[in-house]
């Protein structure tokens, strides 16, 4: 009698536990779990693998999802770390054509001319006078302006001009004295006055 209730024991042991093995769920595929509308648009239904060289979506595919989700955050980890590098490369990019391609200026000092210019692939941007004199008649009238140079109706005493240009395309700027080489006109004077005289009176 001890013995047929250790055997029966033992049968029910057995028993429940293969009851308990078909209890446990099935662990689902990426396509069963994708068959449903609502996980559609998740990233492991939309991504796609290289299987034999022709790129499958994992929805169409018998993966375990365990399997198909680790897959899914590799290769998000994989896109967010070449979005960043990218990031980066573009960023220094544009931080090397900002250094290259900024704006620098140069500012001439001519004196005792009618002419001011600037210096090769730089552009002017302002002319000025800076100095007269009231004996010349004060500020001479600025005749002629463009990119390249300016020019007053008369030699001034002093102007200063102006002139920009891209870094990468200019000579390194510097702030410079130019002194006209044109000749001064000469000034007209007036003629000496003659000293008045008293005729000498006519005797009878």
């Known amino acids: 009698m001890k013995f047929t209730k250790i055997l029966s024991g033992g049968l029910l042991l057995a028993a429940l536990s293969v009851s308990a093995c078909m209890n446990i769920p099935r662990e689902q595929t990426v396509a069963e779990y994708c068959a449903n509308a609502k996980k559609a648009n998740e990233n492991v239904c939309r991504l796609k693998v290289e299987i034999d060289g022709t790129s499958t979506a994992l929805a169409d595919t018998n993966m375990r999802l365990s399997d198909a989700f680790k897959l899914t955050a590799d290769a998000q980890a994989t896109a967010d770390n070449a979005k960043a590098d990218a990031a980066e490369a573009m960023s220094r ?112």
């Open 93 to 204: 990019a544009n931080a090397a054509y900002d250094k290259d391609n900024s704006m620098v200026c140069e500012t001439t000092t001519v004196q005792k001319s009618s002419v001011g210019s600037c210096r090769e692939g730089y552009t002017l941007t302002s002319c000025n006078q800076t100095r007269y004199t009231f004996r010349a008649g004060g500020p001479s009238i600025l005749r002629e302006i463009n990119d390249q140079q300016c020019r007053f109706n008369d030699r001034v005493l002093e102007m200063q001009v102006r002139c920009c240009g891209t870094a990468s395309s200019v000579p390194q700027p510097a702030d410079a004295l130019v002194e006209g080489d044109e000749p001064e006109s000469v000034e007209a004077s007036a003629p000496a006055e003659e000293p008045e005289t008293t005729p000498a009176p006519v005797s009878p």
